[in-house]
């Protein structure tokens, strides 16, 4: 059974239509990250799967109930899900206890009980010394915990995620985000997060869905849409891409100005095919060699790892070395066998994106 069924959704502000037959799913105690530029639907979407927008076409199930087809619009409160804004959107005037008990609305009346599920999810959310604080009193990390249990308290087995980290300090974001993926995992839950950041989609996801003007380019995991690419858009998306024109020798290498580079699995296209071969900066090595045949032109010492800009046969690239190699180096440059993506010439110019062979 899928958490979240999408089956040819349609949506749309004021008549001009934002989503348009979008289908997506997300399997049980999945997290599935909806990331895109600004703008391309993925908080229409959101909303929608929340009850909080018109679907004019199409359906959506949550476990397996439809919330929405034909005749169908279940109101928000009745989706069992919880949601999570930028914002924390707390109450200012209600102790870190009273706003997550706002979360149980009227669902729960005992006294007691109330109390009980107040400890336990300010317990989950490592907060359980501060419930007598206020907002304004808390760091914004410790705000969107306050956030997250308030969400918990119901329950729910679909957690929306609207940007939660974007107000966040970059040195509590990654932990924050390690925090709340583990809480999603360890409780069962199953989540939806929305992003414009690859580093937030690639940290907390299993799967992502990379968005584009309202329709979903690729959806798959982190690893492979990086690795392996459907098209020069999502290659581009999500990091930097060295493309090298190359032609395919094979059913298993091509030839490129710097040499053969072979791959290990089948290209899948005829010899004498022209194209683009997509290398990441960490595919490219480089080792030192006085009549190598390359020239190191630039490099930035950036801590984890060194940019390096090198020309090779009249083709720059852009590669990530541990450490810097000695000024004005000479250079071989080589790439170790893997999976290649090559984007064929014909199938770039005509449609602009996807390459010809296919990942099984
Ligand atoms: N209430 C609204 N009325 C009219 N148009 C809207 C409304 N909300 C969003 N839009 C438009 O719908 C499109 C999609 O917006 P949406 O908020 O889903 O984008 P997004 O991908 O979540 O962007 P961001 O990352 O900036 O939040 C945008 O062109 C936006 O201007």
Redesign the pocket.
Known sequence: MAALDIKGICCS??G?P?LDNLSLSVAENEIMC?L????????????AVAGLLPVSRGEICIHDRQVNGPGVALVPELRNIGMIFQDYALFPHLTVADNVAFGLANKEKNKTRIRARIAEALELVNLAELGGRYPHQLSGGQQQRVAIARALICQPRLMLL??PFSNIDTQVRMRLIGEIRALLKGQGISAIF?T?SKEEAFAFSDKLAL?RA?QIEQVGRPQTLYQYPDSRFVADFLGLANYVSGQVLDSHSVSTPFGRVDSVSALGQAAGTHGQLLLRPRQIQLTLAEQGNGRVLEQQFLGSHTRCLVECQGVRLEVSINEPLPAVSQVNVSVAPHTLTFFPDAEVSSRQTEPMRKLG
């Open positions: 502000y004021n001009k934002i909806l895109g530029a600004s703008g391309c639907g993925k908080t229409t979407l959101l909303k609207d940007e929305v414009h968005f309202g």
